[in-house]
């Protein structure tokens, strides 16, 4: 079993800047790609940025240019720094972490809310 555990969430004025960081626990050997999802009221879980764990990203277009994600594998975590935040990127956001082809893992989802 993995465990995730993101934080860094808030409330930012459009324009502004996040980061968010995950950290995973728990039977973490053979964990491939990390990654960032969200999910917005009345929405679909949407891919905003993956990492191998070769450090190879990547993202969905419409963030490209303002996120980048980034992992340290020896503190076991990933990390998406949100740059240039628009309205529509406001949604609850879950770090995911895969092992092997069948075996996910989410986290429980921090807040990001952009205000105009």
């Known amino acids: 079993q993995v465990q995730l555990v993101e934080s860094g969430g808030g409330l930012v004025q459009a324009g502004g800047s996040l980061r968010l960081s995950c950290v995973a626990s728990g039977d973490i050997s053979s964990i491939n790609n990390m990654g960032w999802y969200r999910q917005a009221p009345g929405k679909q879980r949407e891919l905003v940025a993956r990492i191998s764990r070769g450090g190879t990203p990547d993202y969905a277009d419409s963030v490209k240019g303002r996120f980048t994600i980034s992992r340290d594998n020896a503190k076991n975590a990933v990390y998406l720094q949100m740059n240039s935040l628009k309205v529509e990127d406001t949604a609850v956001y879950y770090c995911?972490?895969?092992?092997?082809?069948?075996?996910?893992?989410w986290g429980q989802g921090t807040q990001v809310t952009v205000s105009s």
């Open positions: 995911h972490a895969n092992r092997f082809v069948a075996l996910i893992y």
